[in-house]
């Protein structure tokens, strides 16, 4: 998601009963947990007070309102902060291996077109939407090439692999427009997928929510954050650590989580949705656990450059592109490269 303010959220999840949100040693989870992790709640030298937003969610996208009125007047637009590169290492887990995305489409109908039918479950090759090619073809592209120069604990370089390995379309229990959900309904809603074997419990996954209309996951939606990745706790052979990103339907709110141009594939929401995605997966990918990769203001790679966009070009029906994945167009954010003085690019 995200970070700008990134109220990293630290308090209690409740599942289908209760279960207590925990900052864990992540051992379950197939990365280096290096000995100089910082403590849930504590502060450092390299950490703003914005890092514990007080509204409570985990790394937030902010509106595009946010980051030109708001963020730049206060010193907290795109850019700047940290020291060397302009971002630092906190001690924290990465994703250093590969990451692996689940999407989870909550919804009665297809959110997007092409998408899987409600009530279904599969490998990730079963979903046609354009949502589903972007998670297929991110891995390995210049653009998510960006995400090598970051490290885990022990220096080694991220790789550059994203694995969309299944997805589920959840018709139970659908939000309504409107409908705020909270992150311990969206836990408790995971937990019912693992319990029922729709998911796969894996540590190493970032299961992204998908809501239609104007379900307000998080309770803010559209006047303070387009999406966020945060991390709850669920039961799966004991206590484990789950990864999940709160994606709500973008093109819900164009003005405010939308670049406003016409959708360089002709479909405007899983257009608008893919820019959201690619940055709260890189986040996912660079700062799991809210420990590893942030600046001074609590930014995180993604945030350092939200909605800029370097160079774009014209696609064929009129709209905006600045990136090409897997042979299509898309108008994706840039990201923060860790190495020289640090700053935005479209990929490496």
């Known amino acids: 998601m995200s970070s700008s303010p990134l109220g990293f959220r630290r308090g209690t999840y409740a599942l289908a009963a209760a279960a207590a949100f925990i900052l864990t040693a992540c051992s379950e989870i197939a990365t280096t947990s290096p000995s100089k992790a ?11 007070p914005e890092f514990n937003d007080p509204s409570g969610h985990g790394h937030v996208f902010h509106t595009k309102q946010w980051f030109e009125n708001a963020g730049n007047a206060h010193g907290h637009g795109p850019g700047g902060g940290g020291s060397s590169t302009g ?27 092409n998408g899987p039918t409600p009530g279904t479950h599969g490998d990730g090759s079963g979903d046609a939407s354009l949502v589903g090619f972007f998670l297929r073809n991110l891995g390995g592209s210049p653009y998510f090439n960006i995400n090598s120069t970051y490290t885990d604990g022990s220096g080694r370089n991220i790789v550059n692999s994203i694995s969309y390995t299944a997805y589920w379309a959840n018709n139970i229990g659908v939000p309504g427009n409107g409908q705020s959900v909270s992150d311990a309904a969206m836990v408790a809603m995971l937990q019912s997928g693992f319990n029922s074997g729709a998911l796969t419990y894996d540590a190493n996954t970032l ?28 039961s799966v052979g004991g206590s484990k650590t789950v990864l999940y990103a709160a994606m709500p339907y973008d093109n819900a709110y164009p003005g405010s989580c939308t670049n406003g141009t016409i959708a360089p594939n002709g479909d405007p929401g899983a257009d608008a949705e893919v820019n ?5 997966t890189e986040e996912t990918t660079t700062d799991m656990m809210g420990t590893a990769w942030f600046d001074t203001r609590g930014y995180e790679n993604a945030d350092k450059c939200a909605w800029t966009w370097g160079t774009t ?3 064929s029906n009129g709209g905006l592109y600045n990136i090409t994945i897997g042979g299509k167009q898309f108008l994706v954010q840039q990201n923060w ?10 990929g490496l």
């Open 87 to 113: 971002i630092s290492y906190h001690g924290g887990p990465v994703l250093q291996a590969g990451t692996k995305v689940v999407a989870v489409y909550w919804a009665a109908s297809p959110i997007y077109t």
């Open 207 to 234: 299961y992204a929510i998908f809501t239609a209309g104007t379900v307000n996951l998080g309770g803010g939606f559209g006047n303070q954050y387009c999406a966020y990745h945060t991390h709850g706790t669920v």
């Open 337 to 346: 490269v860790n190495s020289g003085t640090g700053g935005c690019l479209q």
């Open 313 to 315: 070009h014209t696609a």
């Open 276 to 280: 959201t995605l690619a940055h709260e």
């Open 38 to 48: 910082i403590a849930p709640g504590s502060a450092s030298s390299d950490q703003s």
